[in-house]
């Protein structure tokens, strides 16, 4: 048994060491574009909260998460109810949110509603819908009626990546993938800087959708979400990323900053804007 960690353990030097050399390699060769697109152009994360750096400063939108856990006899009657009154704010004028998407797991955590709503004017735009929703009977009545409906629920507050493409409406069918990654606290930064540049990898065939990190709610989480035709789709996506250069490196250098993640495949409702 010693022998076989002792070997284990060799060959864990050896890889280190075989990377120390390229990396040595790249940095005095000539062509140094690889090297320098791995460690060029990064953010200075003393200068400013990660919220601050990584977010899109121009649109000042603000996005909720839902997430709904709903008794499994009532997911029909819940699609419904959700439905009409998502309407109901995203046509009103008078409330400044509009819904992005709404979403059934297919696979994941089943009898699960997502609901991604955005807030165009940040914070003062959330207070002032909340004011006017505290005062909306016809939403009082609604939040009583679907309460009867739901197991659990809990929600999250998020800003969008400044280099990720911002939701619009599409039409379908397709399926959604939310890839879920919990970070390491203090990480946030270096994961957009490997992301800023890995993004351009992701979108030949317009998967992405837009991506987002959490301000209240859970911290240091991380949603990508993506669009396919199908899970074959989906699969060959994917496996075309590892052809492009510096996809890899994008893997390598992200994945230990990772504590945890998670995939949900989604399947959107008919009132999504997102199809």
């Given at each position: 048994m010693a022998t076989t960690v002792w070997s284990k353990g060799q060959m864990l030097f050896g890889y280190s060491s075989r990377l120390h050399r390229a990396i040595r390699r790249f940095s005095e060769s000539g062509d140094k574009?690889?090297?320098?697109?791995?460690?060029a152009h990064k953010l200075d994360a003393r200068k400013d909260a990660h919220s601050n750096l990584l977010s899109k400063k121009e649109t000042s939108n603000l996005y909720k998460i839902q997430f709904h856990n709903v008794k499994p006899e009532c997911m029909e009657a819940y699609n419904s109810l959700e439905a009409e009154v998502q309407t109901r704010l995203h046509q009103n004028q008078d409330y400044p949110c509009e819904v992005v998407g709404s979403w059934n797991t297919w696979y994941g955590e089943q009898d699960q509603a997502v609901h991604l709503w955005r807030y165009r004017?940040?914070?003062?735009?959330?207070?002032?819908?909340l004011k006017k929703l505290n005062n909306d009977k016809a939403y009082f009545e609604f939040r009583k009626e679907r309460a009867k409906m739901l197991i659990s629920r809990r929600n999250q507050l998020l800003l969008e990546f400044s280099f990720w493409n911002e939701p619009v409406p599409r039409p379908g069918p397709n399926i959604y993938e939310m890839r879920t990654y919990f970070l390491k606290p203090g990480t946030m930064i270096e994961w957009g800087n490997h992301w800023a540049r890995a993004i351009m990898h992701r979108q030949e065939n317009n998967e992405a959708i837009g991506g987002f990190f959490s301000q209240i709610g859970d911290l240091y989480v991380v949603h990508h979400l993506w669009a396919y035709e199908s899970l074959q789709s989906r699969e060959d996506t994917r496996s075309s990323a590892w052809l492009?250069?510096?996809?890899?490196?994008?893997?390598?250098?992200?994945?230990?900053?990772?504590?945890?993640?998670?995939?949900?495949?989604?399947?959107p409702t008919k009132s999504s804007p997102l199809q």
């Open positions: 574009g690889w090297f320098r697109s791995v460690f004017g940040g914070y003062p735009a959330l207070t002032e819908c492009k250069d510096g996809w890899d490196a994008n893997v390598y250098y992200t994945v230990p900053l990772i504590r945890s993640m998670e995939s949900r495949i989604m399947i």
